[in-house]
Nanobody, 122 residues
Framework: VQLQAFGGGLVQAGESLRLSCAAS????????MGWFRQAPGKEREFVAN????????WYADSVKGRFTVSKDSAKNTVYLQMNSLKPEDTALYFC????????????????WGKGTPVTVSS
């Protein structure tokens, strides 16, 4: 399964951005799709994910209330709507797939996509 993320860019603090991640094959109902991010000089960290069949979502505390993860099953695509962006949200955002829910650790992920960069200026 290949995951292709896109939608990153340069925005100012307080603005919004939506990331998309399309899978190359049908996403099975048991899958969990989501996002990690890695800021320069920092470790990769969990952002949000969503269980494909139920739509249940999990979020990192740092993005709760600002980011929303959603899905389009017909398009095999997962989205990350990012509102009220802050400079500390600047990172390379990675799409990922697992069968485990909850706040992921990197070891929970089975498939990784290439990152898309998000830069938030102050």
């Amino acid at each position: 399964v290949q995951l292709q993320a896109f939608g990153g860019g340069l925005v100012q603090a307080g603005e919004s951005l939506r990331l998309s991640c399309a899978a190359s094959a049908r996403i099975f109902s048991s899958a969990v799709m989501g996002w990690f991010r890695q800021a320069p000089g920092k470790e990769r960290e969990f952002v949000a994910n969503i269980r494909w069949n139920t739509g249940r979502a999990w979020y990192a505390d740092s993005v709760k209330g600002r980011f929303t993860v959603s899905k389009d099953s017909a398009k095999n695509t997962v989205y990350l709507q990012m509102n009220s962006l802050k400079p500390e949200d600047t990172a390379l955002y990675f799409c990922a797939r697992s069968t485990d829910g909850g706040q992921w650790k990197e070891r929970d992920v089975r498939y990784w996509g290439k990152g898309t960069p998000v830069t938030v200026s102050s």
